[in-house]
């Protein structure tokens, strides 16, 4: 899992997701997490930085479950939310499952994900749906929110007296998303411009331009493609005992995690890969419903190399 995003588990009935972002544009970028100089991290590290390279990646199942039912998404909107930041991402969440969306498409990325299996050979859902909402308008939990108190919103969610989020036992994922006025411990460590990278550039990278959101929402659309990330993983590995390289599961190297900063082909290193540009100039590689998206590409274990929707080879 990517250092922007923190998984945790409120109940042992449930799988919960918690990602955790700011929605105002980035200072800072880096495309890979912080790498263990003395771990092999910095091997798999390298397979990212060529689209098609497979020789130093080993991700292997470890004989855990995925998720094979519907997947259902409950979002916490914690803080003050514009209405059409909510129907931004509520309208990715809603493309996953949506295969009429015109090619390419996020229905084509997800089927990259649905390709991986449980021990019995049974497939990741192609169903993701939006659940029930809660939103937390008033900072219940204060404007600093620490790994503990994250857990504490959620628990409030699912046992608050009025229409609390419901409890499902086998495919319920909570949401969390925070305000661009909350403090969230450890978000995106020492450097959150990973969330809103390729929309926005730091200055010490002269030269570099920054792309022009489909959604008009730099913020909100790094918060996107984080989110794919996230759901992608989850389902892939929502024990840590599933799909996963590496030797620690304690930090397991994951789908999304080997692709990082891939968007199309001939991606790797600090290059994205070919992208696809709207009229008004925005960029994009995937179609949702009635609107564009920029996803990072997931790790394909059939052919061993990252893949998307918009690869030119499809």
Known sequence: ????????????????????????????????????????????????????????????????????????????????????????????????????????????????????????????????????????????????????????VIRSAVTARTKPLPINPRNGLYLLLTSDDVYVQDFCGQCPGVCAYPFAVPEFRPGWKALKSPNGDVGVEGMISVIAHEIAELATNPLVNAWYAGQDPSAPVEIADLCEGIYGTGGGGSYTGQMLTDHDGATYNMNGIRRKFLVQWVWNHVVSYCTGPNALDQ
């Open 1 to 152: 899992m990517a250092p922007s995003a923190s998984r945790t588990s409120v109940f042992l009935t449930a799988a919960i997701l918690t990602l955790l972002f700011a929605i105002t544009p980035i200072a800072c970028w880096r495309p890979w997490p912080h790498l263990n100089p003395n771990s092999s991290d910095l091997l798999y590290d390298a397979s990212k930085k060529f689209e098609g390279s497979s020789e130093f990646v080993h991700l292997r199942y470890h004989m855990g479950p995925v998720l094979t039912g519907n997947i259902t998404v409950h979002t916490i909107w914690y803080g003050r939310w514009q209405k059409s930041q909510k129907k931004i991402i509520r309208g990715f969440i809603n493309s996953i499952s949506d295969v009429h969306a015109r090619h390419p498409s996020v229905a084509g990325w997800w089927r990259t994900v649905q390709l991986y299996t449980d021990q019995t050979g049974a497939n990741i859902s192609h169903t993701v749906q939006l659940g029930q909402e809660k939103n937390d308008r008033f900072y219940s939990h204060g404007k600093s929110l620490t790994r503990l108190s994250i857990q504490s």
